[in-house]
Nanobody, 121 residues
Framework: QVQLVESGGGLVQAGGSLRLSCAASGRAMSNYVMGWFRQAPGKERDFVATISWSGATTSYSDSVKGRFTISRDNEQNKVWLQMNSLKPEDTAVYYC??????????????WGQGTQVTVSS
């Protein structure tokens, strides 16, 4: 089993940037496809971005494409989500996810606790 812990959330004005981090422990992160999902109050948890085992391939939700960048470093057991040009509709709890399927926009079996991102207008 792998444990995931997100950090880096906060409050930012529209147009600003945040960098979310996800630290993995318990099992090498290189075993997993990694991803980010987000959930706003009263909404379903939605796909944001995913990155393959080596980091060679990425995929993004249409709503964040061109603004967000997912990256990983298996030596550090960390994955990041760089979020630029943030919009109020990006406000959500962001969750780190680990799985084994590629390609897929469905989540894997392991989740972090989430980190709150709030974008003010």
């Amino acid at each position: 089993q792998v444990q995931l812990v997100e950090s880096g959330g906060g409050l930012v004005q529209a147009g600003g940037s945040l960098r979310l981090s996800c630290a993995a422990s318990g099992r090498a992160m290189s075993n997993y496809v990694m991803g980010w999902f987000r959930q706003a109050p009263g909404k379903e948890r939605d796909f944001v971005a995913t990155i393959s085992w080596s980091g060679a391939t990425t995929s993004y939700s249409d709503s964040v494409k061109g603004r967000f960048t997912i990256s990983r470093d298996n030596e550090q057991n960390k994955v990041w989500l760089q979020m630029n040009s943030l919009k109020p509709e990006d406000t959500a709890v962001y969750y780190c996810n680990a799985g084994t399927m590629w390609p897929s926009r469905l989540p894997g079996n392991f989740w972090g606790q989430g980190t709150q991102v709030t974008v003010s207008s």
